[in-house]
């Protein structure tokens, strides 16, 4: 069907402009005619009566009032195949990898999450490689969570290795506002493990526009649905939500609303929600697992304040590393029962221990600390930390599971760990105890 070409733009923004226009619906996508012949693609963001706000995917640079506007009559759409396996796209959907374009089989973006009647209790654990993750706080296949970290922490180093490590049947990595070098890193590394062939990569970098940056993680997400809809376990890594959440808050601050907490719109946690919401495990097809980065100075930060509300847990990366008693799994008692059968009883009891050394180390500040009972477990959190707590060492759960014993075998006496005589005969290392 022909589409009614508009003229006559009111307002033009970094990111947004407005033009009158009737029959136009929400969320509408549109072509930007330029004087040349040249087309760029917007988006309907808001409706006032006849009064329509567009998002500009190439930014407002070089757009001017004597352009024309084109509505489509669809919302946004992004091609789905298997051939886009191995594939980087920008953050607008096109290729960028030298590939053709994918025409076909174009699928809704940002529609609506799988209806709640088929999706199932999360069950089944995800494997990412990663100790303080598969022992202390297991990932659940269909689970939400986010990764806080400050800015600078390695926590893309983390996620390309998560990627190739993990037994998912596809990686979707949505990178917002990435520098190059950590762009061109989750290539090779994802080439160098020979992991291509089941990744996908939607990648914006920090000098494109800020909208394609907005559109990575409904692009990410709306590919990843479909593959898990064909029954695929689908693992979906997104870097950076809060720097996401910024460019909302620059799209917001445009359209003049009324700005909340630090700025941000209103809407945050309704806009972070859509998102994360769409992890799922579906009845009768396969899963759709959400890890994502949230940077923060501290959690009473919006963006990482929000988040908290939305997802089940959050790993904390502090000084490189991954923190075991800021972090949580709120699902991973779903599956660390069925995993091995001394998998729960030894994380809460490497656990139980660390949090007794912590409390050594604090007392040891005074001079407080001499008997052998304190020291041994002051020894006993330095090799936790050199064995367990690097992560960027990859360790199958079962081996992860056996270092755990070797250590409490290394440190402790069978009775000084609190597990049961059943578990201690079938695992216990059989080794000379050093501490008899």
């Not at 022909?2 to 033009?12: C, G, P, V, W």
């Not at 970098?205 to 990843?224: F, Q, Y």
């Not at 709120?330 to 001394?342: E, G």
Request: proline content about 4%; overall charge negative; glycine content about 8%.
């Amino acid at each position: 069907m022909l589409q009614k070409t508009y003229e006559n733009i009111d307002s033009i923004g970094r990111a947004i402009l407005s033009i009158n226009a009737q029959g136009v619906h929400n969320k509408e996508l549109a072509e930007v005619i330029y004087p040349s012949g040249e087309k760029a693609f917007a988006q309907v963001i808001a409706l006032d009566g006849d009064q329509v706000t567009l998002q500009l995917y190439g930014g407002g640079f070089g757009v001017s009032t004597n352009c024309k506007i084109r509505f489509l009559g669809k919302p946004i759409e992004v091609g789905f195949s298997d051939d886009m396996l191995g594939r980087v796209y920008s953050g607008n959907g096109q290729p960028i990898d030298g590939g053709p374009e994918l025409l076909s089989d174009m699928v809704r973006v940002a529609g609506p999450s799988i209806n709640p009647v088929k999706r199932l209790i999360p069950k089944d654990m995800i494997r990412t490689g990663v100790p303080m993750i598969d022992v202390f706080n297991t990932l659940v296949r269909s689970q939400k969570i986010p990764i806080f970290a400050k800015a600078g922490e390695p926590y893309n180093r983390l996620l390309a290795n998560i990627a190739t490590q993990t037994d998912a049947d596809i990686i979707i990595i949505g990178g917002v506002g990435l520098k190059y070098d950590e762009y061109h890193y989750f290539r090779e590394r994802i080439e160098q493990a020979g992991s291509k062939n089941k990744t996908i990569m939607f990648i914006h970098t920090h000098r494109d526009s800020i909208v394609e940056g907005l559109m990575v993680p409904d692009l990410t997400l709306a590919v990843a649905e479909q593959f898990a809809l064909q029954g695929k376990n689908v693992f979906v890594l997104l870097s950076d939500m809060t720097q996401w959440s910024d460019y909302l808050r620059q799209v917001a601050n445009a359209q003049d609303q009324i700005p909340a907490n630090q700025g941000y719109p209103g809407d945050l946690y309704s806009q972070l929600a859509s998102r994360y919401e769409k992890a799922a495990d579906i009845e009768g097809a396969g899963s759709l697992t959400v890890l994502g980065v949230t940077t923060m100075d501290d959690v009473t930060h919006p963006v990482p304040d929000n988040t908290g509300y939305i997802t089940e847990g959050q790993f904390y990366m502090k000084d490189g590393y991954l923190e075991l008693f800021g972090s949580l799994s709120r699902l991973k008692q779903q599956v660390n029962d069925r995993t091995r059968t001394d998998h729960r009883s030894i994380m809460n009891a490497m656990a139980r221990l660390l949090s007794e050394a912590e409390e050594r180390v604090k007392a040891q500040k005074f001079g407080s600390v001499k008997d052998d009972y304190s020291l041994r477990l002051l020894e006993y959190r330095k090799t936790f930390q050199k064995e367990l707590m690097d992560p960027f060492r990859y360790l199958e759960l079962e081996d992860a599971l056996d270092i755990c014993w070797d250590i409490l075998a290394q440190h402790f006496k069978k009775e000084e760990v609190g597990l049961s005589s059943k578990l201690i005969e079938d695992y216990w290392p059989e080794q000379e105890e050093q501490n008899n």
